[in-house]
T-cell receptor, first 114, second 111 residues
Framework: DTAVSQTPKYLVTQMGNDKSIKCEQN?????MYWYKQDSKKFLKIMFS???????INETVPNRFSPKSPDKAHLNLHINSLELGDSAVYFC?????????????FGPGTRLTVT | EDQVTQSPEALRLQEGESSSLNCSYT??????LFWYRQDPGKGPEFLFT???AGEEKEKERLKATLTKKESFLHITAPKPEDSATYLC????????????FGSGTRLSIRP
């Protein structure tokens, strides 16, 4: 009965490859997010979707493309991977209203680009 | 620009030794301040929301307080299982759902 799940947990790939990370939440939340946590542990938002609609799109290279097929899923596709993309990527979700800032995070996907 | 600064960067305590973590912020019109806990290899876990100066929230050995300029996370008689990174965050400008995180305080409790 995992609340927010991500696959895969680890992803090792070479520069130039294209990869995807999948996220699913079974909490019935309306908003989902992608965060990047770098080696210094800074957690920065990348994208946010509300009911399949993109509402936050930070200054992220357009090699990163989120896709939300329904409000329970938010996937992240990355084209032409670069060394600097190595990080831990977290998916999160929250309910609308005042609880929107109470975000539930997935376990993370550690991406290593060699 | 809104900013969140946490100190210290790391804190090592003996089991039972109480202390406090600090989170200072520069935002106009604070709409809330949040504390999260992150264990190694896991995603952050929500702990508290504080909405106004003077507010306090408690959970087991943790108590969060808020003033007009900063928040403290007090840890009373900590145990080794309290070891984690503690993150604070604030809402970003007028965004409905975006929050910005501080860099965290890595807390280590020695038995």
């Amino acid at each position: 009965d995992t609340a927010v799940s991500q696959t895969p947990k680890y992803l090792v790939t070479q520069m130039g490859n294209d990869k995807s990370i999948k996220c699913e939440q079974n909490l019935g939340h309306d908003t989902m997010y992608w965060y990047k946590q770098d080696s210094k542990k800074f957690l920065k938002i990348m994208f946010s979707y509300n009911n399949k609609e993109l509402i936050i799109n930070e200054t992220v290279p357009n090699r990163f493309s989120p896709k939300s097929p329904d409000k329970a899923h938010l996937n992240l596709h990355i084209n032409s991977l670069e060394l600097g993309d190595s990080a831990v990527y977290f998916c999160a979700s929250s309910q609308d209203g005042q609880a929107v800032w109470e975000q539930y995070f997935g376990p993370g996907t550690r991406l290593t680009v060699t | 620009e809104d900013q969140v600064t946490q100190s210290p960067e790391a804190l090592r305590l003996q089991e039972g030794e109480s202390s406090s973590l600090n989170c200072s912020y520069t935002v106009s019109g604070l709409r809330g301040l949040f504390w999260y806990r992150q264990d190694p290899g896991k995603g952050p876990e929500f702990l508290f929301t504080l909405y106004s100066a003077g507010e306090e929230k408690e959970k087991e050995r943790l108590k969060a307080t808020l003033t007009k300029k900063e928040s403290f996370l007090h840890i009373t008689a900590p145990k080794p299982e309290d070891s984690a990174t503690y993150l604070c965050a604030v809402p970003w400008l007028s965004s409905a759902s975006k929050i910005i995180f501080g860099s965290g305080t890595r807390l280590s409790i020695r038995p």
